[in-house]
């Protein structure tokens, strides 16, 4: 399924198909996520909409047992800007990569869509924080690419989160402070170690 901007019902009826399929619907995270995540940023609104919707629903399916948190979390962080393989909060200042996550697009992003691309992120991790439960941020298979971090929480998700919190966007930062706090119920010592990353002016505003 091609999900284009004019059609919405298309965008249904992947949401249908994540609901039905579970954790089988896991190698197909790779075909839609970036064009579900392109086209909340630059669509029309009820293309925007649909595929807003649809996200949610993927992310809200892996509520339950053998979801495919890893194949998700990648495409969310890249939509922020974040780096996906992360330990640093990555170059770019904010308004890095991502034009739209890692969908193909035959014109550029323009600076208005990255900006919403990288809110539309930090919206999908911050629900994702809440919706599943603190085993799905955890190392399931110590691999050595791993993108989960040591110690239990996800180092790619701290170093996103840190990132939009220090966005020149005041949606982007107001985004990422969602997303802060729904860590920080999973991972307490961890966001307060993010804390001490920020200037005194960024934590006030937490």
């Known amino acids: 399924i091609r999900l284009a901007a004019e059609d919405a019902e298309n965008a249904a009826t992947v949401a249908t198909l994540a609901c039905a399929l579970g954790?089988?619907?896991?190698?197909?995270?790779?075909?839609?996520?970036?064009?579900?995540?392109?086209?909340?940023?630059?669509?029309?609104?009820?293309m925007s909409s649909s595929a807003d919707q649809c996200?949610?629903?993927?992310?809200?399916?892996?509520?339950?047992?053998?979801?495919?948190?890893?194949q998700l979390l990648p495409h969310l962080v890249s939509?922020?800007?974040?780096?996906?393989?992360a330990g640093g909060a990555g170059a770019g200042g904010g308004s890095g990569g991502a034009g739209g996550g890692s969908g193909s697009s035959?014109?550029?992003?323009?600076?208005?869509?990255?900006?919403?691309?990288?809110?539309?992120?930090?919206?999908?991790?911050?629900?994702?924080?809440?919706?599943?439960?603190?085993?799905s941020f955890l190392d399931h298979g110590g691999h050595k690419d791993d993108v989960f971090g040591r110690g239990g929480d996800s180092a790619?998700?701290?170093?996103?989160?840190?990132?939009?919190?220090?966005?020149?966007?005041?949606?982007?930062?107001?985004?990422?402070?969602?997303?802060?706090?729904?860590?920080?119920?999973?991972?307490?010592?961890?966001a307060k170690t993010m804390l001490r990353r920020l200037t005194t002016s960024q934590a006030n505003r937490l």
Not at 24 to 41: C, E, K, S
Not at 55 to 70: D, E, F, H, T
Not at 114 to 132: K, N, P, T
Request: charged share 25%; aromatic share 8%.
């Open 55 to 70: 996200l949610r629903s993927i992310v809200a399916a892996n509520r339950q047992r053998g979801g495919y948190p890893k």
């Open 23 to 46: 954790h089988r619907f896991a190698p197909l995270v790779d075909v839609f996520l970036p064009q579900l995540i392109m086209l909340t940023a630059k669509a029309k609104q009820v």
């Open 79 to 85: 939509a922020t800007g974040g780096d996906v393989h």
């Open 106 to 135: 035959s014109a550029p992003a323009t600076p208005r869509r990255r900006q919403s691309s990288r809110r539309r992120g930090q919206e999908y991790i911050a629900f994702a924080l809440r919706c599943w439960p603190k085993k």
């Open 156 to 190: 790619m998700l701290r170093a996103c989160i840190l990132l939009s919190l220090k966005d020149s966007s005041v949606d982007v930062r107001d985004a990422a402070r969602q997303s802060y706090w729904a860590f920080e119920r999973h991972f307490p010592d961890a």
